[in-house]
């Protein structure tokens, strides 16, 4: 059985439309370099206000994905 590891990092999404649309572009967009996305956990829920309207709605996340085994044999 492998044991699993995983490493976290933070991303920031927004969008004019929703706080469910600004976490799906982050998650979209980090996952074009980064593979074996996992998880993500929304920290901080922000926004922006003009004329009494919510105009932007932004997030911030932490992401998890699984770090690949390498196979590596080392020679004793």
Same mark, same amino acid.
């Given at each position: 059985? %492998?044991?699993?590891?995983?490493?976290?990092?933070? +991303? +920031?999404?927004?969008?004019? %439309?929703? $706080?469910?649309?600004?976490?799906?572009?982050?998650?979209? *967009?980090?996952?074009? %370099? $980064?593979?074996?996305?996992?998880?993500?956990? /929304? +920290?901080?829920?922000?926004?922006?206000?003009? !004329?009494?309207?919510?105009?932007?709605?932004? /997030? %911030?996340? *932490?992401?998890?994905?699984? /770090?690949?085994?390498? !196979? /590596?044999?080392?020679?004793?």
């Amino acid at each position: 059985m %492998t044991d699993h590891v995983y490493r976290l990092i933070e +991303v +920031v999404g927004s969008s004019e %439309t929703s $706080i469910e649309d600004a976490i799906q572009s982050a998650i979209t *967009k980090a996952s074009s %370099t $980064i593979r074996h996305i996992r998880w993500f956990e /929304v +920290v901080e829920t922000r926004g922006q206000v003009e !004329n009494g309207r919510v105009h932007y709605y932004q /997030v %911030t996340m *932490k992401v998890g994905f699984a /770090v690949e085994d390498e !196979n /590596v044999h080392l020679q004793p």
